[in-house]
Nanobody, 118 residues
Framework: QVQVVESGGGSVQAGGSLRLSCAAS??????VGWFRQAPGKEREFVAG????????FYTDSVKGRFTIFRDSAKNTFHLQMSSLKPEDTATYYC???????WGPGVYWGQGTLVTVSS
């Protein structure tokens, strides 16, 4: 049974840091990553990690501030968020993709709220 379970999140002041974690299990994945959805907006891609070679990719607005990385001992990966801005406020979703493309077969976590105050 595939499970995608995330943890972390919370409230922080602008300029602060938070770490999100996600445990993805039950099958192999092509890539894992994070998406976010702010109130009244569509869900957007934030960061991704290609499982077989560790290649990482980010949306432009978080480059240099967010880092996605894998826990080598477990099927767990993390999103370290630094220099947070109020516009980073959103519900963050962990995603695990069996094939490339973030299509309809993606497995999703339950979502965790990140609130950044100015």
């Amino acid at each position: 049974q595939v499970q995608v379970v995330e943890s972390g999140g919370g409230s922080v002041q602008a300029g602060g840091s938070l770490r999100l974690s996600c445990a993805a299990s039950g099958r192999t994945f092509y890539a894992v990553g994070w998406f976010r959805q702010a109130p009244g907006k569509e869900r957007e891609f934030v960061a991704g990690f290609r499982w077989n070679d560790g290649y990482t990719f980010y949306t432009d607005s978080v480059k240099g501030r967010f880092t996605i990385f894998r826990d080598s001992a477990k099927n767990t990966f993390h999103l370290q968020m630094s220099s947070l801005k109020p516009e980073d406020t959103a519900t963050y979703y962990c995603a695990a993709d069996p094939v490339a493309g973030w299509g309809p077969g993606v497995y999703w976590g339950q979502g965790t709220l990140v609130t950044v105050s100015s």
